[in-house]
Structure formats: C-alpha cells, structure tokens
C-alpha cells in the first residue's frame, strides 16, 4: 500500500483534487490518502497558510499532490506554493507539454519538456519595499559599491543564481532525457545582460553538458526562444530554465499544446516529490463543476509512474487520450468552435475517463 498525501487547495483546487483521486482510485491501485489542508481558508482559521503539519505530513509520507493555492497579488502573504518547494528542497519543477489528438490547438505532435529551477533567482522571496529604511540602506549600499544610483522610490528585489543548484537542475534535465529516449537539452538564459547570474547558469549549464556526449546541448536566449517556440516548437526537445524565464515559459509551452487545462507537472527532490497541474486556482470558476481536470487527473498519472504503478498510470493517461479524441464529453476549453455541441462539466467528464479505465480493465 502507498501513503500519499493529498492537498486539495483552494479555488478549483478541491473539486479536480476530487476528480484525480476518483480517477486513481478506478485503476484499483491500492493508496491511502492521508489529506492536509492549505492555503486561503486555512489563512482564515489558523494564521498561516500553510501549517507545519502540511510539510510534517510530505516529508513523513514522501510523495504528495496537490491542487492549487491562491497567492494573493502584490500584497497578502507569500505564495504557498513557492514555499513549499524552497522548504522541502524540490529543486526540480517538471512539466511536460504533449499535444493530446482532439485537443484545439494551433499546433499537433508537440512533446516538449519544461524542465525548471525551483528555489532561486527573483522567486527566492527576498525583497526590499518602496520608502523603507532597508532600501534605502541597500540602495546606498550599492550606490557606494557601483556607483549605480537608484532613484528614492525603487522597490527591489534580489536575483540570487548559484553554480550549484544551476548544475543540479542542468544534471536533472540531462538524466530525465538520458532515462526518457530524448535527443536534446536546450538551456535558456539572459546571459548577454545579465552576465554574473544567467552567465553562470549558462556556464553551469555548458559545464554539466560535458558529462553527458549522448545528448546534444544547446543554448537560447529567453525572448528568442520564446519566438523561436511559437514558430518552430518542434525543433525542441527538453528545455532547462532559471525559475523565472521556467515558470513564464511553461504556460507559453502548455499555450502550444492547448492551454492550461491539459500540462500536468511535479515538484521533484533527492526525496520528495509533490504533483501538482500547471495552471493556478482560477477561482472565478470555483465551485462551478466548469474546468478541465485534465491536467490535474495528469499530474496524477505522473504521481503513479513515480511510484511504479506504470500499468495504473498508462490505463489513466490512454482513457484521458480517448476522451479527448473522442471530443463528445470534455470540458468548455476542449471544444472547438462556436457551432461545437455543448461542453459537459468536470464531473460528466471524469465519469467518461473512469468509464475508460474501467473498460481497459485487464
Ligand atoms: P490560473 O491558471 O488560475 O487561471 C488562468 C486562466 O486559465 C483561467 O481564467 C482559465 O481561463 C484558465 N484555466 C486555468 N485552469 C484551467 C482548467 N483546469 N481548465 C480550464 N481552464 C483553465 O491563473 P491565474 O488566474 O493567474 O491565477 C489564479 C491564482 O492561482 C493566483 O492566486 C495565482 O497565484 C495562483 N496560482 C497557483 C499555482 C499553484 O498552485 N501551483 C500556479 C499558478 C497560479
């Protein structure tokens, strides 16, 4: 039997969290779900958004999944998110874009992997607000070491980049390709201009590349490849990215493969993985049995080939394949056009997949 915990989160969080769960539990698969809670009610009822059970429960249990947690904007506390994968060291955000048939889209046979840095550069949470006296200390600080004067209402956040987890994430993405049967790793960067950070990812990069003659090894800078991934997204293979240009670049990558409904991911570290979609909360439709679970029911399916479950996780991921292939029961964001029969809610078309996993029985 596995122990998995099971953070549903907020929003939507809860009602996919649901469908994955249902979906996992149709492969006979034999999991017991020890669920915690966190995020914007938890803020409510216990000060914090994320209590140390949460994190006692992941380290004890080893693998999670969860669903998304709101952050608020620009002020509020600091993302749930962001600070699980800092304090349980999941160094490794993984995302893979796969074009699935029926899904609308601009593109097909796309099969990309993000493969992105998780606990530093501007995502490492330190800050330094408008007016304070910090600021200004910092400010002077620089001004007396650079002679780079900021003007008196600057906001600053710090952009720390290390050798060593630029190599840890580059090896990361060399052993998934080498493990995965892929041709390349393309590593993305701003190094022209910001020589000391993303010149030393790149460094870290071309340095750890040496170690692995099997796998070409490229380089991009982020606004070309960007472009060069709306054009011509087929050249590339496994991307690896510093946390910012990773975080912006998935969404761009799950875009190419029909949108945030369908791009599953996972937090990875030396021990700890935790599973959890691409997209965020989107509570405006919470409560609505209205988004795809898609790319939650998908995150699962990752959760299971981590623990070995391989023949679970292949029954899920080919019942989700039909069904959208099928195109009669998915959800608002799978139909495509206006003159399409109408969309069926999460509920109705979880139902369609487990009828699917349950059909492939073996
Ligand atoms: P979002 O991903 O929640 O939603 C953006 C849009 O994408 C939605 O309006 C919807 O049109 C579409 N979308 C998202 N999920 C979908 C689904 N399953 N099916 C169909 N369409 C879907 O992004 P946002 O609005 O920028 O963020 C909302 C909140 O989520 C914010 O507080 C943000 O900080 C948080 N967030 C959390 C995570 C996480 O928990 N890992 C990740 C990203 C954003």
Known sequence: MHVITLIPGDGIGPEITEMTKRCIEATGVDIKWEEVHAGVEV??????????????????????????ITTPVGKGFRSVNVSLRKKLNLYACLRPCKSYPGVSSNYADIDLVVVRENTEDLYAGIEFKEGEKETQELMDFIKSKTSSEMKKDTAISIKPISRSASEKI??????????????????VHKANIMKYTDGLFLEAARQVAKDYSDIEFEDRIVDNMCMQLVQKPLLYDVIVLPNL?????????AGLVGGLG???????????ALFEPTHGSAP??????????????????MMLKYINENEAADRIEKAVAGVIAEGKFVTYDLKRGKN???????AEMTEAIIKRIKNDEC
């Open 262 to 272: 369908v791009t599953p991911g996972a937090n990875l570290g030396d021990e700890l």
């Open 245 to 253: 240009y990773g975080d912006i670049v998935s969404d761009l990558c």
């Open 340 to 346: 399409d029969s109408s969309p069926v809610g999460m």
């Open 43 to 68: 803020m409510e009822k216990e000060g914090t958004p994320l209590p140390d059970k949460v994190l006692a429960a992941i380290r004890k249990n080893k693998v999670a999944i969860k669903g998304p």
């Open 170 to 187: 580059t090896r990361f993405a060399f052993e998934y390709a080498r493990k995965n049967n892929r041709r390349k790793v393309t590593a």
């Open 284 to 301: 405006k439709y919470k409560n609505q049995n209205k988004v795809n679970p898609t790319a939650m029911i998908l995150s699962g399916v």
